[in-house]
Antibody, heavy 119, light 107 residues
Framework: EVQLLESGGGLVQPGGSLRVSCAAS????????MSWVRQTPGKGLEWVSS????????FYAGSVKGRFTISRDNSKTTLYLQINSLRAEDTAVYYC?????????????WGQGALVTVS | EIVMTQSPATLSVSPGERATLSCRAS??????LAWYQQKVGQAPRLLIY???TRATGFPARFSASGSGTEFTLTISSLQSEDFAVYYC?????????FGQGTKVEIK
């Protein structure tokens, strides 16, 4: 069974930093692209960042480019999102998401999310 | 950026009735479109991929169609467990973009 378990969310002051982690299990982590998607309270979904299976390629939404860094440790089957220079508008639930292959197609599994509050 | 527009924002339907949700892309996304179902307090769940292929675990009352810029999700006979928010997402180009969602509520 695919499991994605986020951790590291919390309350941070504007301008602060945070690292959100996602522990993956139940599948061969190293062959799948992964992403972070966020959802602001009461609002819709926003794609944040994606990373290739090897970690060699990364993509970012314009709203986070230069502030957020996605990375992965395939030996630990863990995905990370380093969030710097936090703003109030970054307040959201951050979902870890698994793609259906190594080439960034649709997301087939989502974690339960980690709440990041900037205040 | 490809803008995904869903309509209506809210759909009020009685159990047993048919629901039709629309998703429009600002430019062609071919068939690289997914639908996700999100219930209150839960993470989204993959419902449809490739514009029309139903994901594992969803019954046949869910169907979808379309390509290019116009897409439709149909729930043929709404059950109580189908009341949720439905999002479309294109995965044809970067950045990946979602529609704003359609809330299917009990009439």
């Amino acid at each position: 069974e695919v499991q994605l378990l986020e951790s590291g969310g919390g309350l941070v002051q504007p301008g602060g930093s945070l690292r959100v982690s996602c522990a993956a299990s139940g599948f061969t982590f190293s062959i799948y692209a992964m992403s972070w998607v966020r959802q602001t309270p009461g609002k819709g979904l926003e794609w944040v960042s994606s990373i290739s299976a090897t970690g060699g390629s990364t993509f970012y939404a314009g709203s986070v480019k230069g502030r957020f860094t996605i990375s992965r440790d395939n030996s630990k089957t863990t995905l990370y999102l380093q969030i710097n220079s936090l703003r109030a508008e970054d307040t959201a639930v951050y979902y870890c998401a698994k793609h259906s292959s190594g080439y960034y197609p649709f997301i087939d599994y989502w974690g339960q999310g980690a709440l990041v509050t900037v205040s | 950026e490809i803008v995904m527009t869903q309509s209506p924002a809210t759909l009020s339907v009685s159990p047993g009735e048919r629901a039709t949700l629309s998703c429009r892309a600002s430019q062609s996304v071919s068939s690289n479109l997914a639908w996700y179902q999100q219930k209150v307090g839960q993470a989204p769940r993959l419902l449809i991929y490739g514009a029309s292929t139903r994901a594992t675990g969803f019954p046949a009352r869910f169907s979808a169609s379309g390509s290019g810029t116009e897409f439709t999700l149909t729930i043929s006979s709404l059950q109580s467990e189908d009341f949720a928010v439905y999002y479309c997402q294109q995965y044809n180009k970067w950045p990946r973009t979602f529609g704003q969602g359609t809330k299917v509520e009990i009439k």
